[in-house]
T-cell receptor, first 113, second 112 residues
Framework: DGGITQSPKYLFRKEGQNVTLSCEQN?????MYWYRQDPGQGLRLIYY???????QKGDIAEGYSVSREKKESFPLTVTSAQKNPTAFYLC????????????FGEGSRLTVL | QKEVEQDPGPLSVPEGAIVSLNCTYS??????FMWYRQYSRKGPELLMY????GNKEDGRFTAQVDKSSKYISLFIRDSQTCDSNTYLC????????????FGKGTTLSVSS
């Protein structure tokens, strides 16, 4: 079945630790995105990538880093520089030229202890 | 002023009611308008997609865009308990490669 797989679903981290969230898609989509969702805040864009080895910052990129070495994969690292990392993280993908139709993964819930 | 405004609710209606969900926006360059539905603790899924102004109907759902007023709506007819979800509006402009801007989402509860 085609889709987007995010892992882990739940993650706990101590303050000061970096953590990497995985996102893999087998939809052959060119574009991939990371969003953060907080209660009452909606979805806010962290980073997005339209092609391999290229990515752009979204509205809240500070404290995060990404890589796009393969078309299928777009991992997100939450660094210790992110002041308030506890959130629900959503990865999405879309076909080139169809950036309105996003396919989302199930999400990863990160809690910093 | 935020680019996209959406009342978070919660909105509670009885089964069978007509539901109206709305968003306003400030960027007149927005051309593509979407409604996503999000089940609790899941990723959103696309519900409706419209381009520019006008109406689009799909079953019990109607999406309406009024660009002159910078206002979009999603109507749900004959609402059912399974419609209880969070609904997010999203939009973007015509430039290639720009990402979606989402509203905060409205939580809808339909009671039997």
């Amino acid at each position: 079945d085609g889709g987007i797989t995010q892992s882990p679903k739940y993650l706990f981290r101590k303050e000061g630790q970096n953590v990497t969230l995985s996102c893999e898609q087998n939809l052959n989509h060119d574009a991939m995105y990371w969003y953060r969702q907080d209660p009452g805040q909606g979805l806010r864009l962290i980073y997005y990538s339209q092609i391999v080895n290229d990515f752009q910052k979204g509205d809240i990129a500070e404290g995060y880093s990404v890589s796009r070495e393969k078309k299928e994969s777009f991992p997100l690292t939450v660094t210790s520089a992110q002041k308030n990392p506890t959130a629900f993280y959503l990865c999405a993908s879309s076909r080139m030229g169809h950036t309105g139709e996003l396919f989302f993964g199930e999400g990863s819930r990160l809690t910093v202890l | 002023q935020k680019e996209v405004e959406q009342d978070p609710g919660p909105l509670s209606v009885p089964e069978g009611a007509i539901v109206s969900l709305n968003c306003t926006y400030s960027n007149s360059a927005f051309q593509y308008f979407m409604w996503y539905r999000q089940y609790s603790r899941k990723g959103p899924e696309l519900l409706m997609y419209t381009y520019s102004s006008g109406n689009k109907e799909d079953g019990r759902f109607t999406a309406q865009v009024d660009k002159s007023s910078k206002y979009i709506s999603l109507f749900i007819r004959d609402s059912q308990t399974c419609d209880s979800n969070t609904y997010l509006c999203a939009m973007r402009d015509d430039q290639a490669g720009t990402a979606l801007i989402f509203g905060k989402g409205t939580t809808l509860s339909v009671s039997s």
